[in-house]
């Protein structure tokens, strides 16, 4: 089985600090996504990458950036915390080849700004 | 830009009733469609999708869906509920050009009593 590993369940960070929320996956996927998941508005895309090193801005990537040095691992940051990034956040990964293949998800990270 | 409309919001049914779930998409090309499915405490999870061929496809635990092209519409169905389809249940869709970029419905929270 696909397995997506997101390092944190739950997070409480204090506004303005520097958030890091990391994404693991074990089946040598060549995308990677991350979405935040807010009542009434469902998934929006934050960033996505499709190779090591490269990254792409998804939605709404105001406030946040990403990482990617290795294959198997996308980080999500934070730059300054605001009350306003408090959400779930949700890391995907699927294999290359085109825009028919499934997404597997983490089981997210509820995020608590205060 | 493309986006996903899921028009019922909450969803409370008894078991053995019938559910259809509407989703429409705005996007005149070629589209692949998506229904994902997130129980309770649980991650995303594929529950069927369609790409072309015959416009109805089943998934999995007993739910199908319809594509009709003529009204950009995706409906998710199931003839009789049970307990354990409890859940939110999300739309998506990606375009058949370019990346894989799954843009998701704002989610149908569905509950059913036993």
């Known amino acids: 089985d696909v397995k997506v590993t997101q390092s944190s369940r739950y997070l409480v960070k204090r506004t303005g600090e520097k958030v890091f929320l990391e994404c693991v996956q074990d089946?040598?996927?060549?995308?990677m996504f991350w979405y935040r998941q807010d009542p009434g508005l469902g998934l929006r895309l934050i960033y996505f990458?499709?190779?090591?090193?490269?990254?792409e801005k998804g939605d709404i990537p105001e406030g946040y950036s990403v990482s990617r040095e290795k294959k198997e691992r996308f980080s999500l940051i934070l730059e300054s915390a605001s009350t306003n990034q408090t959400s779930m956040y949700l890391c995907?990964?699927?294999?290359?080849?085109?825009?028919?293949?499934?997404?597997?998800f983490g089981q997210g990270t509820r995020l608590t700004v205060v | 830009a493309q986006s996903v409309s899921q028009h019922n919001h909450h969803v409370i049914l008894s078991e053995a009733a019938s559910l259809e779930l509407g989703c429409n998409y705005s996007y005149g090309g070629t589209v692949n469609l998506f229904w994902y499915v997130q129980y309770p405490g649980q991650h995303l999870q594929l529950l069927l999708k369609y790409f072309s061929g015959d416009p109805l496809v089943k998934g999995i635990k007993g739910f199908e869906a319809e594509f009709i092209k003529s009204k950009f519409s995706f409906n998710l169905r199931k003839p009789s509920v049970q307990w354990s389809d409890t859940a939110e249940y999300f739309c998506?869709?990606?375009?058949?050009?370019?990346?894989?970029?799954?843009?998701f419905g704002t989610g149908t929270r569905l509950l059913v009593s036993p």
């Open positions: 995907a990964s699927s294999l290359g080849g085109g825009p028919r293949t499934e997404a597997f």
């Open positions: 089946m040598d996927h060549e995308n």
């Open positions: 998506a869709v990606t375009m058949n050009t370019g990346f894989q970029k799954l843009v």
């Open positions: 990458s499709y190779d090591v090193k490269m990254k």
